[in-house]
């Protein structure tokens, strides 16, 4: 499908500076009436930022917008919505103890005598549902409805205006295989009205099931555009990733550490949780790291938390040391010994209030139980020993936590469960936020661990870093193991084949 | 397995905020500084047949109730919950000590039982909290409502009466001249300063409290902790209860800490905790229930009438909470900065 005569949306040149980042960087993107097309990017790729430029909730700094054929500036989501350009966001808008009718209606109701006239605004719920073909009780309260069903809604009330663009923010994220048919059913049916459909996912899969074009961004810049059948997966994939840059890591991590002799520290056989993860097969041996590969959104995290027991499995096994375990809860994944850095450190890794010195002994407080307290010498030692081994930052181990920067906060958490010595060890993106320094550092760190004995899992988008110190590779993608890469046959070119290929 | 580098030269120090122990100190003096101002007595302090009197011992002696129901509050509110129902178990434990009393059992029993009473309270507010997920305000509501109910129940809907020496020396006796329940006050104010400070529950209780997501991925059984607060402030409400009892002789479920919970909030609030949870403050608590309590006095002491009270202390506390307001206190110093000379730069 080439470019058509009058596109719906042009927008071009636009720039957006957010203070220290340029978030979009003269980014050109054309939407045709009647096409579903596919925007695509990693983490920090400018993807929201671009659809926030368009939808009014951002100005951009510099570049046009074309609506039509009409120059427009957008400045605000309700200018935006006159105009006809409605979306729907990933984490569902709307009211979940309302129903479904009221949801649809809100703010324009059909009124009587300046009162709701709750008949009317059934029936012209009931209508707007039945245009795509959505059968369900619009008096029912919207919690009580699948997320499908929610997602539907949401759609049918951004249709239900003068709609010439609909923008579509990762609308399959939490839905199954069955209900994202369902949706893509209702999407072709809208495509076929003339509606221009902006959808953002993760999922490659649903890209090449349901999309006419594709526009990739990468770090804030325009990356490639082009219909399905000019950008095949690997193309894609490497307009996603980028040239990857020469690795600064020469050598590939030796298989001497690994001990082959005795059981796998952990085995997971058919491990998964459903709406989570596909059943997964995975093993590290003491001393050898098994590197989590895949694109945003691919499952490397849910794989980690699942592993930890952070989240529990509800398919499959999983055997430590030799002997199968059922993990209920972190508690019971750190008395085995295990440990794991979380990607968001924030929310998920550090208490802020707290100091730096309590925050490094959490880990190691909590494997040795209630009654057995680290002593408050230990802690000081501790403490100042991690300060001064991974160059922490801080003037003193009594600061809280939460005014260290980014990078330094990162190595609190490195460090606390370095503290508790553990056997395994799972970082999520151990570089993300770092600096380039820091980033050879933990690697270097990583290397280290793993001679000593550790076994480590580690999630990461870089594939360099990835390539630097796996033994062994598990590729994800659409939160399934597409593939396991093992030894000399780890490269950067062999991880994006394998993320790429179906 | 960490090489030891050479030791690094001082980090340069950055000029560190006041302490959080300073605003709930400078309220409470500017409102004793009134007090002076209002009664020249104020500050006196006279030694009659081996008893202290004066209006200061009279803030420290009334406070005591109050200061024991929040430092229980404090671990709970630490751990980022709350407990409505202190003043209703309150209640509950004058209702079971005066039966146990009224059964003749020895004074070791009945405090034994009271405080098991107290802690049976706590357990079941964190039993609906931890276990069954409920919001905490709605948990404990359940018990506070029902709480008084059930001390009624326990003392036959009447008012029992008793005597009791050990209870009376405890609650209004005194050692040697000081008033015997300050140093209940001190002893429990210790026993948990230790179990927040120096204890692994401690540390869990404000990571919990701090940020209960990551507490869990660092392997806190966050269940068992929050358990755990619940029971604390069950048992400290079962002494303020003693105490309370203690000293009108009497069971009455009805009167018996009435709206103490909200007074014992307040005083965690002053000083300087936040509900959202994290770090806890107990001295500073202790110093808020001194403020709240010499209020009080100071209004009955001011000759205001009686129906001033409330508001004139709801007009202080927010004075005294929105000086702690960090939003309040950068607008003052940008303004206090704007004003002052400027200082030559070295």
């Known amino acids: ?502 | 397995m960490i090489p030891v580098p050479p030791p690094s030269e001082p980090a340069t120090k950055t000029r560190r905020p006041l302490p959080a122990v300073v605003w709930p100190l400078v309220a409470l003096a500017a409102i004793l500084v009134v007090d002076g101002f209002i009664s020249p007595s104020f500050f006196s302090i006279r030694l009659v047949e081996g008893r202290l009197y004066g209006s200061l011992i009279d803030i420290v002696y009334r406070g005591t109730p109050i200061a024991l129901l929040a430092l229980g509050m404090a671990i709970v509110i630490g751990a980022k919950g709350i407990d409505l129902s202190v003043g209703s178990v309150v209640a509950i434990a004058g209702a079971v000590m005066a039966h146990f009393i009224h059964l003749g059992f020895d004074p070791a029993v009945v405090v034994a039982a009271t405080l098991a009473v107290g802690l049976l309270c706590g357990l079941w507010n964190g039993f609906l909290v931890a276990v069954l997920s409920i919001q905490p305000i709605i948990a404990t509501l359940i018990l506070m409502v029902a709480g008084r109910g059930i001390a009624l129940m326990i003392n036959g809907g009447r008012i029992p009466t008793f005597r009791s020496d050990f209870f009376s020396a405890l609650s209004t006796g005194r050692i040697w001249v000081i008033p015997s329940r300050l140093f209940l006050v001190a002893l429990v104010f210790l026993v948990l300063w230790a179990v927040l400070r120096r204890t692994a529950f401690g540390l869990f209780v404000e990571a919990v409290g701090g940020n209960a997501s990551a507490a869990r991925l660092a392997g806190i059984g966050t269940r068992m902790v929050t358990l755990a607060t619940y029971g604390i402030s069950g048992v400290c409400a079962a002494l303020a209860g003693i105490i309370i009892t203690g000293d009108t002789r009497s069971s009455d479920a009805v009167t018996a800490g009435m709206w103490s919970e909200l007074d014992a909030i307040l005083a965690v609030v002053l000083g300087g905790a936040s509900l959202n949870g994290g770090r806890i403050f107990l001295a500073t608590t202790l110093v808020g229930v001194l403020i709240i309590q010499s209020l009080t006095t100071s209004i009955l002491m001011s000759g205001l009438p009686p129906e001033f009270n409330l508001v004139v202390k709801a007009v202080v506390i927010l004075a005294v909470l929105l000086v702690q307001a960090p939003k309040v206190r950068t607008a003052v110093g940008s303004l206090v900065a704007a004003f002052r000379p400027r200082r030559t730069e070295r």
């Open chain 1, 1 to 502: 499908m080439d470019v058509p005569a009058r596109p719906r949306v042009v927008m071009r040149g636009i720039t957006k500076t957010f203070p220290g980042v340029k978030a979009l960087d003269g980014v050109d993107f054309t939407l045709a009436p009647g096409e579903i097309h596919a925007l695509l990017g990693e983490n920090g790729a400018g993807k929201s930022t671009l659809v926030k430029v368009l939808t009014g909730v951002l100005a951009a700094d510099a570049g046009t917008v074309e609506l039509d054929g009409v120059p427009i500036r957008v400045a605000s989501p309700a200018a935006a919505q006159d105009l006809g350009i409605n979306t729907v966001y990933q984490e569902v808008n709307l009211v979940p103890t309302l129903s479904v009718a009221e949801n649809l209606m809100l703010e324009r109701q059909s009124s009587r005598f300046g009162l709701i006239s709750w008949r009317k605004t059934r029936e012209r719920a009931e209508a707007a549902l039945a245009r795509l073909k959505i059968h369900v009780d619009v008096g029912r309260s919207l919690g009580s409805c699948s997320l499908a069903i929610q997602q539907l809604v949401a759609i049918a009330r951004a249709l239900d205006r003068d709609t010439r663009v609909l923008v579509l923010d990762e609308p399959t994220a939490s839905l199954d295989a069955h209900e994202v048919e369902g949706l893509f059913t209702v999407l072709r049916d809208i495509r076929a009205r003339g509606i221009a459909i902006v959808f953002i996912t993760h999922f490659i899969d649903q890209v090449y099931a349901i999309a006419d074009r594709i526009t990739v961004l990468r770090n804030g810049r325009f990356a490639g555009t082009g219909t399905i059948a000019e950008v095949p997966r690997m193309r894609l994939v490497t307009l996603m990733l980028g040239k990857q840059i020469e690795s600064h890591y020469a050598e590939r991590p030796t298989t001497e550490s690994i001990d082959q002799t005795g059981a796998p520290v952990i085995a997971a056989t058919g491990l998964g949780r459903a709406r989570w993860l596909e059943p997964i097969d995975l093993s590290v041996r003491a001393g050898e790291v098994v590197g989590l590969a895949g694109l945003l959104g691919s499952g490397r995290t849910e794989t980690a938390k699942l592993l930890f027991g952070a989240e529990r499995a509800d398919k499959g096994s999983l055997v430590i040391d030799g002997v199968p375990v059922t993990l209920r809860s972190p508690g019971q994944a750190i008395r085995m010994g295990f440990g794991f850095c979380p990607e968001d450190r924030k929310h998920e890794g550090l208490i802020l209030d707290l100091s730096v010195r309590e925050n490094l002994i959490l880990a190691l407080q909590c494997r040795r139980g209630w009654w057995n307290r680290v002593g408050q010498a230990e802690q000081n030692r501790i403490a100042a020993e991690m300060i001064a081994a991974l160059g922490i930052a801080t003037p003193d181990a009594e600061k809280p936590v939460g005014q260290l920067s980014g990078g330094n906060q990162q190595k609190v958490i490195l460090a606390r469960w370095l503290a508790a010595k553990p056997r395994l060890l799972i970082l999520d993106e151990p570089t993300r936020g770092i600096d380039i320094g820091a980033h050879a550092e933990i690697v270097g760190l990583i290397r280290r661990l793993c001679r000593e004995g550790l076994a480590l899992i580690v999630a990461s988008s870089e594939l360099e870093e990835i390539v630097a110190f796996s033994h062994r590779v598990a590729v994800l993608r659409d939160r399934r193991k597409v593939s396991e890469i093992v030894g000399a046959d780890i490269t950067q070119s062999t991880i994006v084949e394998a993320i790429a290929n179906s």
